[in-house]
């Protein structure tokens, strides 16, 4: 099971206060995640040419990879609608990085956490991208095996990468308090810079933080 879905199945154990509810635009989805969709939907495009002009045996496979893609899309869709609504900054813009706020507690104690990531994003809401500018993100979270209290770390993705409802996207940024936008900047100003991707845990923490990482 690649990372992604592997994230997917883990974060589902507790249920967001603020989940997604987006519709995903599965292509713009594939333009801006081409490795996966093209990787199943490239293999069920090939079995299906090998069992009309080689040997029908290869439908079997034809099969795998339907289901496959079903499977997939199926994540993609459970993503953005059940997924943790997550307020974000842009903190750099060549390359664009995105600074994501979040808690990685299941319910007890407080790990507040600051998750950079490199996406480049046309455009927010309709609107040319700036230094500065407030985004919506769906977070899914990984589990700790070795920490029952919080989450290992986080997998945030820009709304406006599968959705064109402005209407939507607008709503979800709405959702944000005036606090939870403070909250960002105040964690933010923990960060050392020059920015740079990775998980970083934000103090105070309610037990040894980890180290920073990807």
Same mark, same amino acid.
Request: net charge negative; proline share 7%.
């Given at each position: 099971?690649?990372?992604?879905?592997?994230?997917?199945?883990?974060?589902?154990?507790?249920?967001?206060?603020?989940?997604?509810?987006?519709?995903?635009?599965?292509?713009?989805?594939?333009?801006?995640?081409?490795?996966?969709?093209?990787?199943?939907?490239?293999?069920?495009?090939?079995?299906?040419?090998?069992?009309?002009?080689?040997?029908?045996?290869?439908?079997?496979?034809?099969?795998?990879?339907?289901?496959?893609?079903?499977?997939?899309?199926?994540?993609?869709?459970?993503?953005?609608?059940?997924?943790?609504?997550?307020?974000?900054?842009?903190?750099?813009?060549?390359?664009?990085?995105?600074?994501?706020?979040?808690?990685? +507690?299941?319910?007890?104690?407080?790990?507040? @956490?600051? !998750?950079?990531?490199?996406?480049?994003? *046309?455009?927010? %809401? $309709?609107?040319?991208?700036?230094?500065?500018?407030?985004?919506?993100?769906?977070?899914?979270?990984?589990?700790?095996?070795?920490?029952?209290?919080?989450?290992?770390?986080?997998?945030?993705?820009?709304?406006?990468?599968?959705?064109?409802?402005?209407?939507?996207?607008?709503?979800?940024?709405?959702?944000? +308090?005036?606090?939870?936008?403070?909250?960002? @900047?105040? !964690?933010?100003?923990?960060?050392?810079? *020059?920015?740079? %991707? $990775?998980?970083?845990?934000?103090?105070?923490?309610?037990?040894?933080?980890?180290?920073?990482?990807?």
């Amino acid at each position: 099971m690649n990372d992604f879905l592997e994230t997917l199945h883990e974060s589902h154990q507790l249920q967001s206060n603020n989940p997604g509810k987006i519709k995903v635009n599965k292509l713009s989805w594939i333009l801006h995640y081409p490795l996966w969709p093209l990787f199943w939907i490239g293999g069920l495009l090939f079995f299906i040419a090998l069992s009309l002009l080689i040997h029908w045996g290869f439908w079997f496979l034809v099969a795998f990879f339907m289901f496959t893609n079903w499977v997939y899309w199926m994540q993609v869709d459970d993503r953005f609608e059940n997924g943790d609504s997550t307020p974000s900054i842009i903190v750099n813009l060549d390359p664009m990085l995105i600074a994501v706020s979040s808690d990685l +507690t299941k319910g007890y104690g407080s790990y507040p @956490i600051i !998750k950079i990531i490199e996406k480049e994003v *046309p455009n927010i %809401c $309709g609107r040319e991208p700036q230094l500065g500018m407030k985004l919506a993100t769906v977070s899914l979270y990984r589990v700790d095996f070795k920490n029952k209290h919080r989450w290992k770390n986080i997998d945030p993705r820009p709304i406006d990468c599968v959705c064109d409802n402005i209407h939507a996207k607008q709503r979800i940024l709405e959702s944000f +308090t005036a606090d939870e936008w403070q909250e960002l @900047i105040e !964690k933010l100003k923990q960060i050392p810079q *020059p920015y740079e %991707c $990775g998980l970083y845990p934000i103090e105070p923490w309610d037990d040894d933080p980890p180290s920073y990482s990807q």
